[in-house]
């Protein structure tokens, strides 16, 4: 799964797909002769993703200037790709992306290497877990690009990750027609969205940029 983040900081919102429960005549048609139910289609699986601004890294030469012709290698994070095995106690995301690089001066074989972190975040903004890895790029003589594969894994406690058996009651309720909720989404209940938000996890992957890389990525 490849995601884009659009916000700054990290926030969710969880996406549910509303389906038809056992009576449907067909996918897609509701049978309400019997009442109608909805179900939340979801996975405990952490939601894979770059958050906003992390997914680029600038390097200068000298390193203090912003000029654009100061500008020595540029590198984008993408193809995020996870791979999820739901344990009994724990849910393990084995975390794959690309890096792809350019670089301005192309004399000589030349190896950059790069940090990056792995992290997860409960409810859009809560981190659970923060790791830091490096990834190298080697760029041959010549040559103005260069790529590499990084990887990471991302634990989530499954019972964490589960939605309370009062919640998922209440989104798969039967109602029939003619209730006064009948046509309500059991999602504008507060109290449900905040428990779905509590039990949906994203898996981050990043640059690790210092404050001053960050702020040119938000800037420029």
Do not use: H, W
């Amino acid at each position: 799964m490849t995601l884009r983040k659009t916000a700054a900081v990290a926030t969710l919102a969880p996406v549910l797909a509303v389906a038809a429960l056992s009576g449907c005549k067909r996918t897609g048609e509701l049978d309400v002769t019997q009442g109608v139910g909805i179900s939340a289609v979801r996975s405990a699986c952490p939601v894979a993703g770059v958050p906003a601004g992390t997914g680029d890294i600038t390097l200068f030469d000298p390193p203090a200037s912003r000029d654009a012709k100061a500008i020595d290698v540029v590198a984008t994070l993408t193809n995020v790709r996870a791979t999820c095995v739901e344990g009994a106690d724990t849910i393990n995301s084995a975390l794959s992306f690309d890096v792809q690089a350019r670089r301005i001066s192309t004399d000589a074989a030349r190896t950059v290497t790069l940090p990056y972190f792995v992290s997860v975040v409960r409810g859009g903004t809560q981190v659970v877990s923060k790791r830091v890895g490096q990834i190298t790029l080697n760029f041959a003589a010549g040559a103005a690009r260069a790529s590499a594969q990084g990887q990471g894994t991302a634990i989530v406690d499954r019972a964490a990750a589960t939605l309370p058996q009062e919640t998922r009651n209440q989104i798969n309720r039967r109602r029939k027609p003619g209730d006064q909720d009948a046509a309500i989404d059991p999602l504008s209940d507060p109290a449900v969205r905040q428990a779905v938000l509590s039990a949906t996890f994203e898996a981050l992957v990043g640059f690790q940029l210092t404050d001053e890389q960050l702020r040119y990525n938000v800037t420029r």
